[in-house]
């Protein structure tokens, strides 16, 4: 079958969702996926065998409107003659929207994405991502100075935390600070996998962390409330931001991190 996925962002949630596309493909569907534009160029070259198309970035998080969310996702589907449409979200403010809700009232939104999919959670775990080792090796070359380092994202679309906040968690490494240098996110890869020690917000690359299974010491500065944080196993250190860090708000701005509280 033609099955579509309606996820159009954030990055997070998308890369929790590619396992449920590789998933059915490996069972013989073709999966087509509709994203935010601003992603496009790093999903398709990272899951090409996922038919994504772009949807008009509009708004920002949660305040962009529903046929950001919903709509042109579903027009886009309709046109690419899916006999099957599945939207993920596990919150939406629109009757309808979410499939199940039974479901979505008694499950995280990662394990809801699953069920309604049909999918067994534990595939997750089983992200597969193309790598570009000429793009990894080209950014590690240019952001590390030399091993040991740590590596930390302490940036999304709601809240910056300073260097300076979370060095006690450093154990006195050089640090390397993920930042705006590159527009494909995976190009992170390898800085990312090399580091000593990492330190996120939960954040997409937390995300890409955890469904990977890189083995490095690793904190996970919580930020969102339990129904909005994914399932973590494999071997953060939990530290809930307010308690280890000063926390900087900004105003929210479009970001290529960007989650929001459409899940």
Not at 71 to 91: F, H, N, R, W
Not at 249 to 261: K, M, W, Y
């Amino acid at each position: 079958m033609r099955i579509g996925l309606v996820q159009t962002r954030g990055i997070g949630d998308i890369i929790i969702a590619l396992p449920i596309a590789s998933y059915l493909i490996n069972r013989g569907h073709e999966i087509f996926w509709p994203i935010d534009g601003r992603f496009l160029q790093s999903f398709a070259d990272a899951a090409p065998q996922i038919h994504f198309r772009p949807v008009t970035p509009r708004g920002n998080g949660d305040r962009a409107p529903a046929s950001f969310f919903v709509d042109e996702p579903l027009a886009i589907l309709k046109s690419e003659g899916c006999d099957v449409t599945l939207p993920l979200y596990s919150y939406f403010s629109r009757a309808g929207v979410v499939v199940n809700p039974a479901l979505a009232a008694h499950l995280k939104f990662d394990e809801y994405k699953y069920a309604v999919a049909g999918v067994p959670f534990a595939e997750k775990w089983r992200l597969e991502i193309r790598r570009n080792a000429d793009r990894e090796r080209a950014l590690y070359d240019r952001m590390v100075p030399s091993e040991p380092y740590a590596c930390l994202h302490l940036e999304a679309s709601d809240i910056a935390i300073s260097t300076d906040a979370v060095k006690a968690l450093t154990g006195g490494l050089p640090v390397v600070r993920i930042s705006p240098q590159t527009e494909i996110i995976f190009d992170w890869l390898l800085v990312i996998e090399k580091a000593s020690h990492l330190i996120m917000l939960d954040s997409c690359y937390s995300n890409i962390v955890e469904q990977l299974g890189f083995k490095n010491q690793k904190h996970l500065l919580l930020r969102s409330p339990r129904e909005l944080t994914p399932v973590y196993k494999n071997g953060w250190t939990f530290v809930h931001k307010r308690a280890a860090v000063a926390p900087t708000p900004r105003a929210r701005q479009p970001d290529e991190n960007l989650q929001g509280s459409i899940r």
